[in-house]
C-alpha cells in the first residue's frame, strides 16, 4: 500500500493551496481518507477526513470554514484545498487511510484508527 502526499509548498498569508494523495495498494472505497499534519515541536494534528463514499466529512475546529477535502475514487485520490492560509498552518501534511470496510460511510480523527501514512507534504505559510 502506497499514499502519495503532494501539493505542499510556501505560500503567503491569505493564499490558497490544494494537496493530493493518491493511493495504490488497495480497495480505496474501503477506506476513510484523513490528512493530519504536524508542525515543528508540536504533536501531530487531525484536520479533516472523508468517508470512503465520500458522503461524510469531519474536519478540525481550526480550519473549518477555509477547507474542504473532496475524494474521486475512479482516481484514486483525495484532495484537501485550504484557502486562508495563516502561518499557523506551517506543517507537514500527512494523509492517512482508515479501513471502514462495508461501513462506507464511517469518518475517523484519531492517529490510532488509521491503517497505512503517506510521506507529508510540506506546507509554510509566510506572514
Known amino acids: 500500500v502506497q499514499l502519495q502526499a503532494s501539493g505542499g509548498g510556501l505560500v503567503q498569508a491569505g493564499g490558497s493551496l490544494r494537496l493530493s494523495c493518491v493511493a495504490s495498494?488497495?480497495?480505496?472505497?474501503?477506506?476513510?481518507v484523513g490528512w493530519f499534519r504536524q508542525a515543528p515541536g508540536k504533536e501531530c494534528e487531525f484536520v479533516a477526513c472523508?468517508?470512503?463514499?465520500?458522503?461524510?466529512?469531519a474536519s478540525a475546529d481550526s480550519v473549518k470554514g477555509r477547507s474542504s477535502i473532496s475524494r474521486e475514487n475512479y482516481e484514486r485520490t483525495v484532495y484537501l484545498q485550504m484557502d486562508s492560509l495563516k502561518p499557523e498552518d506551517t506543517a507537514v501534511y500527512y494523509c492517512?487511510?482508515?479501513?471502514?470496510?462495508?461501513?462506507?460511510?464511517?469518518?475517523?480523527?484519531?492517529?490510532?484508527?488509521?491503517?497505512?501514512w503517506g510521506q507529508g507534504t510540506l506546507v509554510t505559510v509566510s506572514s
Open positions: 492517512a487511510a482508515a479501513y471502514s470496510g462495508g461501513a462506507y460511510w464511517f469518518t475517523y480523527s484519531r492517529s490510532d484508527e488509521y491503517d497505512y
Open positions: 472523508i468517508s470512503g463514499n465520500g458522503d461524510n466529512i
Open positions: 495498494g488497495l480497495t480505496f472505497t474501503n477506506y476513510a
